[in-house]
């Protein structure tokens, strides 16, 4: 491939855009895209496949911006190649209601498969992807149709390399053999402290060789654009191993301050804009000024791309013919639906049936779930026999020159890496055609895994945590493994559902309502020790997030718990029918996100007013105030030692939930009216 004068000036021109929407915006890193422009050109233009009119199509290459900061270097190739970002869009940098926020954030801007800033969680969410790849293709390719054979390609930089997630999910990339992804490392030698000889000297292509990667490295990535698409040609030849190629650039090239932190992180002065402008030979009293015959240029790779998704529409149907289950069940996932008739495989549970742990009641879920929902795609940072996360009969997903599986199969061997698990998951669920990810660790460790699971919630992602060994009651294993403010972190979390079920209708419950929530992760909090069914439960009624467990008439409190706790509560309601003459109402609330979404008219029938209301939860009681009067729970570390013992240390016992309800009830008896949480002034604010 030779390169020529209009190659040259669209990297100028994506370096431009850069520089004026930073500058416009009063804010942003320009210094990223202007050394990067040259490998983006040749990558999107000479290299990857999609269609800028279609963003969702299937089979196109998968592009990551693991430097988010560098966003405008994408914004701007989004926008010259004819994505649904416009010139307005790209001044609108940074401003409310953009398409072009000041991160990627892949539900705002077409054309970004996943949302990137945190340094390192892009790198990990390309591993996701390329695993969804490697799994799809296994799974639907046949014999001269090739339905999916996509790459990705991410952009990392110096920051990325030294987080750990990315070295995590490097380290599983490795050996799971992903020779369908490419990382191209920015080796600009800044970070935002200064060169990167005051903290991080390792040799990072070493690094990644152990990993079991193949390793390259261009040493002029400000001008040797034929180096550059030779190195990366070379990488996808290489389909046993992943591929990194260390890009060797001059942050904000072109630049007074070029190759300095001072380009890093904020707009270029007025003159030092003008000065660049001329240099590359674009009129400096103009901004956002692009020449035709880059836009030219670029749109005939756009119409390539239409020509290739519909030779890949007609290859489809073709496949559909020729394979119709298949190809039925490929266009099903396309269209993001469940298999029909799915939900019948819950299992149902009476107050007759054995107590049961809830982590054993998910193991269930999952082996009657994951014949009849085969996008169900599972894991567990090595804790299988603990997390019980794997279905008899599973197959590994591993290469098949280990031995221990295939690409087919669909349960993941993460090892100890929670962070890159939960980042992983949420490129998987990026990749497209209805995956749905679900791993495992205990509840604890999934704060590890914090940076990850909050993007899936911003990103919208529905992925599953199988989230053992939920509380106190995991026993002997102590302080150091039992979750206390675990739940009210991920609780405080927008759009995530936290559950906690208290038995085995309403674990099913969790993984419907998990699964049909689209756009929703979820967090299934699960016992060691075993729990009863309960009388009243049902899954419907466990739909709703919360219900009334037991109820009584002319109460004088109510008992509300979640998980483990459910059963003692009602327990405690009897003990103090029988040693009091005190009658209690016993309320499961499972999911706070999913009651608090129900009609005001349900939430105060479950909570009504007029009654004093403790909580119960062997967990710290930050954020029970939405919901009760008085808290009952654990706001200290726990213990180590026999789990029944433990609980009977902290009073959670019928016992000790009786002697603090009839203090509820003393207490709040001079109160009148006593208005239901529900019925707060600001729950009134439509």
């Known amino acids: 491939m ?117 340094l390192g969680q892009g790198f990990a969410n390309a591993v996701g992807i390329a695993m969804g790849e490697a799994h799809l293709k296994a799974t639907f390719n046949k014999p001269d149709f090739p339905l999916v054979d996509n790459y990705t390609y991410v952009f990392f930089g110096d920051g990325c390399a030294q987080e750990g997630v990315a070295a995590e999910a490097a380290s599983l990339a490795g050996h799971l053999q992903l020779g369908n992804l490419i990382a191209i490392y920015d080796d600009n030698h800044i970070s935002i402290d200064g060169d990167t000889n005051c903290s991080f000297t390792e040799d990072v292509l070493k690094r990644f060789e152990s990993y079991g ?12 654009l034929e180096g550059i698409q030779k190195a990366i040609e070379i990488a996808k030849s290489v389909t046993d191993k992943p591929s990194v190629i260390k890009l060797t650039t001059t942050i904000g090239f072109g630049s007074k301050l070029e190759g300095t932190h001072g380009v890093h992180g904020n707009p270029l002065k007025g003159d030092d804009a003008a000065a660049v402008k001329s240099k590359f030979g674009f009129d400096p009293s103009k ?39 298949e190809g039925a069940e490929l266009a ?61 009969d599973a197959v590994d997903f591993q290469p098949p020159s280990t031995g221990l599986g295939d690409y087919s199969g669909r349960y993941i061997r993460y090892g100890v890496r929670e962070h890159a698990m939960g980042a992983i998951m949420n490129g998987l669920s990026a990749y497209g055609a209805n995956i749905i990810p679900y791993s495992g660790t205990f509840l604890n460790f999934v704060s590890y895994a914090a940076g990850a ?11 599953i945590w199988v989230a053992t060994h939920d509380s106190i009651g995991l026993g002997e294993d102590g302080p150091t493994h039992q979750p206390i403010e675990t739940l009210a972190h991920f609780r405080a979390l927008p759009n995530c559902q936290v559950w906690r079920p208290a038995d085995g209708n309403e674990t099913s419950a969790a993984y419907y309502i998990a699964l049909t929530s689209k756009e929703t992760p979820a967090i299934i909090a699960l016992s060691r020790q075993n729990l009863p069914q309960l009388e009243g439960s049902t899954i419907e009624k ?8 037991l109820e009584n008439e002319n109460a004088q409190v109510t008992l509300i718990s979640t998980g483990s706790e459910v059963a003692i509560a009602i327990d405690a309601a009897k003990y103090l029918q029988e040693k009091h003459g005190v009658t209690a109402r016993v309320v499961s609330l499972p999911c706070w996100e999913v009651f608090d979404s129900q009609p005001k008219e349900y939430r105060l029938s479950v909570l009504p007013d007029g009654i004093p209301i403790l909580s119960i939860e062997v967990m710290t009681t930050l954020g029970w105030e939405k919901y009760s009067h008085e808290q ?53 604010i439509v």
């Not at 190659?7 to 942003?28: E, F, H, M, P, V």
């Not at 001044?91 to 970004?112: L, M, Q, Y």
């Not at 790779?301 to 290859?315: D, F, I, P, V």
């Not at 026999?642 to 309800?661: D, N, W």
């Open 542 to 549: 466990a739909a709703k997030g919360g219900y009334v467990t």
């Open 453 to 463: 699971v909050r993007l899936s919630a911003l990103s919208h992602v529905r992925n």
């Open 2 to 118: 030779t390169y020529g004068e209009v190659d040259q000036k669209a990297i100028n021109s994506i370096r431009i855009l850069a520089i004026d929407a930073t500058s416009k915006a009063n804010s942003g890193h320009p210094g990223a895209p202007m050394g990067m422009a040259p490998v983006a050109h040749v990558l999107f233009n000479n290299i990857m496949k999609f269609n800028p009119k279609n963003p969702d199509w299937l089979n196109r290459d998968r592009f990551v911006l693991s430097n988010g900061h560098g966003c405008m270097l994408q914004y701007a190739l989004l926008h010259l190649f004819g994505y649904d970002l416009t010139i307005d869009d790209l001044k609108a940098f940074r401003t409310i209601g953009s398409k072009t926020p000041g991160h990627p954030e892949a539900h705002d801007t077409p054309g970004v498969e996943v949302t990137t800033g945190p």
């Open 332 to 392: 099903r996932r396309l269209k993001g639906e469940l298999p029909e008739g799915w939900e019948k495989a819950l299992p149902t549970y009476s107050p007759s049936d054995p107590a049961i742990a809830s982590r054993k009641l998910s193991e269930t879920v999952l082996s009657k779930l994951a014949p009849v929902v085969p996008e169900l795609i599972g894991g567990s940072a090595d804790l299988t026999g603990s997390n019980l996360t794997r279905w008899k």
């Open 213 to 224: 990667w193949h390793t390259q490295w261009v040493k002029d990535g400000d001008n040797d």
């Open 632 to 684: 009952f729970g654990l706001n200290r570390f726990g213990a180590s030692g026999p789990y029944k013992e433990v609980y009977e240390k902290f009073e959670f016992t019928p016992q000790g939930i009786a002697k603090r309800a009839i203090a509820t009830i003393d207490f709040w008896k001079e109160v009148s009216p006593i208005r239901s949480p529900i019925n707060r002034a600001f729950n009134q």
């Open 287 to 325: 901004s956002f000024d692009v020449p035709q015959e880059v836009y030219e240029l670029y749109k005939e790779k756009a119409k390539a791309g239409e020509s290739l998704e519909s030779q890949w529409n007609a290859l489809f149907e073709k496949y559909q013919q020729e394979y119709p289950k």
